[in-house]
């Protein structure tokens, strides 16, 4: 299995290498809005109810998440392509372990989302002048691998059972808007903010947890309370989409 997702994961690898341009589109909406949203986050810092921290240190790792959000989720779509093209056809005939046919592009994502979670921290840093531990952005990036694994095996899964891109955009779109807007990525959900029916729906969504926990590191406030919840939410999604993913691809590809 694990030499069979090693090639898949090179091959996924040398065909983004050979297109640069899509890493690049994708970090496009997280830059516009750390351009043009981030110093408007500096005028409202001060209201009562926003989290502790400068506005860069709420808004950089909010989107972070976004990215992953984002990147991750649409990766079903080169798959969908894949298949109506003949490739996974091909793949079923050969001894190829389906489970590594999944980690494979997985993996490939999860790089390409880290580099690019690197890139827009680095220019956060170097720009609008954020401050932030090592070891929390150490940790931070580290979710967001875990999240980028998430998002794309359920992409994967997603796109082998639906196979029709005329499917697949419209129900990524009214799933992912809902978590964007109800998880504070743009503008924190707190009490002090937002009326508490609103409050109390946001933290039904497990991605608000994982914005939590990322502004927590990038303040460098390691309390267990939101580090602990973030963590371990983003964990138990991380396993029970590459559980269903794999189970997909072994279904549909077998």
Not at 103 to 123: M, P
Request: charged letters at 10%.
């Amino acid at each position: 299995m694990w030499r069979d997702t090693w090639l898949i994961f090179k091959r996924g690898m040398v065909l983004s290498l050979r297109n640069p341009v899509w890493v690049v589109i994708t970090m496009m909406q997280p830059i516009l809005y750390l351009v043009l949203f981030g110093p408007l986050m500096e005028k409202i810092t001060q209201t009562p109810g926003f989290p502790p921290g400068s506005s860069w240190q709420i808004l950089t790792p909010a989107l972070l998440v976004q990215l992953g959000l984002f990147g991750s989720a649409f990766v079903g779509f080169g798959l969908i392509a894949e298949y109506r093209a003949g490739v996974i056809e091909r793949m079923r005939v050969t001894p190829a372990s389906r489970v590594g046919l999944l980690l494979g592009r997985v993996l490939r994502d999860a790089v390409q989302l880290v580099v690019q979670a690197v890139l827009i921290t680095v220019l956060a840093m170097l720009v609008f002048g954020l401050r932030a531990p090592f070891w929390g952005i150490v940790f931070s990036l580290a979710m967001v691998l875990l999240l980028g694994i998430t998002m794309s095996a359920s992409s994967y899964a997603l796109a082998l059972i639906l196979k029709s891109e005329d499917a697949f955009a419209p129900l990524l779109n009214s799933v992912l808007l809902p978590v964007l807007l109800l998880s504070g990525i743009m503008i924190p959900i707190t009490t002090g903010l937002a009326p508490s029916w609103l409050y109390w729906i946001s933290r039904v969504n497990p991605f608000t947890h994982i914005v939590d926990a990322e502004r927590a590191g990038f303040r460098g406030d390691f309390a267990l309370n939101a580090i602990t919840t973030g963590g371990v939410i983003l964990l138990v999604l991380t396993v029970l989409s590459v559980w269903w993913g794999a189970r997909t691809f072994q279904r549909e590809s077998g």
